[in-house]
Every structure is written in C-alpha cells, then in structure tokens.
C-alpha cells in the first residue's frame, strides 16, 4: 500500500522559506511516477504548485507569487518542497500526492499539513 | 492556463437521491480529466480519471461523462458519505488547475 506523509513546521514567519517533506513508503520512488505537491488555501480550493519525477524532472505553476523549488531525495525515498519569502497568502494545507502514469491523475495523496505564515 | 469552472458552487440533495455536478474548461482538454471528492480533514481522492473510468475500489454509483469542455459526474442515490466536497482537474498539460469545486450538501 503506498503511503505519503507531509512532514514540516506548521508556523513559518513572512518573509522566510516555507519547507516540507513527504516521505513515501510502499513504493520506491525511483521506480517512476511523478510526485507533487498541492495546497489549499483556508476556505478555498485546490491549488497545484509543483511536480518532479523520479530523475528530476520538474514542472511548477507560474502562478505563484512565491519562488518554488521541488526536490527528490531518492536514497531517502522522499521529495521536498521549498516556497521562499512566503506570506500570509501562503497559508493553506498543504498536500504531497503522487500522479499516475497510466491514468495521469493524482491516486495516492499524504492527510495534508497546516503551515500558517504569521510572525 | 486552463481555467476550470465547476457548477453549481453548493447542491442540496436528500439522501437517496442523484446529483449531478458540471465542470467546464476553458479550452478543450479532451477527455483529460479527473474527479476528486474531499473530505473535511481527509485526503482528497481519485474518484475518475479519463472523464469516465472510475478509480480502484470507487463504487459503481460514481459516474463520469463528457469530452471536450463539459464535463459531468454523476452520483447516484446519495449515501451519507458522498456529502463532500468535489474537485475535477485537468491534466492535458502545464499547469494543472482543479475547478473550485461543488459542495455536495444534505438537504
């Protein structure tokens, strides 16, 4: 069964970088697949931000106003999200999920983590 | 970008009964498309992908139709889980962008 777990703080101050992990178990992600990350803004919905593959491929959603980096650490079997100079439009839950390459869609997805930017 | 606008913003249906929720892209993505329900405090998860084959295990009272722009699922006789948020999303191409989604409420 696979299985995504975001880990991170759940506070982060304006103006400093955002950073969470999803660890993957079940499935090791150098096998394939691609990995993203997607939030939720409170009382808003679903947001894409970024994806990478197992050999780094990346692709990121030109809207966001913050700078994105996504990462994968393979001998970790995890990937990594980075948002830098954050604010409070930042604050949201924040999902890792895996997208399929047979169906092309988001199958497998972490419980999600609350990150509010506040100082 | 592909813009995703779904309708209605809120449905109220009595258990037992269907409800039917609309997606429409703003251009056409095929039948690239996928359909998501969320719980408050849960994961979102893969109800349809291809527009109409349902996920792994997603019960037969799940259906999915449409191509081009428009796009509809279709629950069938309401259970008290199906009241949830759902979400459809394209994946045609960079970026992906998810509608706002449709409240499916008790009425």
């Known amino acids: 069964q696979v299985q995504l777990q975001e880990s991170g703080p759940g506070l982060v101050k304006p103006s400093e970088t955002l950073s969470l992990t999803c660890a993957v178990s079940g499935y090791s992600i150098s096998s394939g697949y691609f990995w993203g990350w997607i939030r939720q803004p409170p009382g808003t919905g679903l947001e894409w931000i970024a994806i990478?593959?197992?050999?780094?491929?990346?692709y990121y959603n030109p809207s966001l106003k913050s700078p994105v980096t996504i990462s994968v650490d393979t001998s970790k079997n995890q990937f990594s999200l980075k948002l830098s100079s954050v604010t409070a439009t930042d604050t949201a839950v924040y999902y890792c999920?895996?997208?399929?390459?047979?169906?092309?869609?988001?199958?497998?997805w972490g419980q999600g983590t609350l990150v509010t930017v506040s100082s | 970008e592909i813009m995703m606008t779904q309708s209605p913003a809120t449905l109220s249906v009595s258990p037992g009964d269907r409800a039917t929720l609309s997606c429409r892209a703003s251009?056409?993505?095929?039948?690239?498309l996928a359909w998501y329900q969320h719980r408050p405090g849960q994961a979102p998860r893969l109800l349809i992908y291809?527009?109409?084959t349902r996920a792994t295990g997603i019960s037969a009272r799940f259906s999915g139709s449409g191509s081009g722009t428009e796009f509809t699922l279709t629950i069938s006789s309401l259970q008290s889980e199906d009241f949830a948020l759902y979400y459809c999303?394209?994946?045609?191409?960079?970026?992906?962008?998810f509608g706002g989604g449709t409240k499916v409420e008790i009425k």
């Open positions: 291809g527009a109409s």
């Open positions: 990478i593959n197992h050999s780094g491929s990346t």
């Open positions: 999920a895996r997208k399929a390459l047979t169906s092309h869609a988001f199958d497998y």
């Open positions: 999303q394209h994946y045609i191409n960079w970026p992906l962008t």
């Open positions: 251009q056409t993505i095929s039948n690239n």
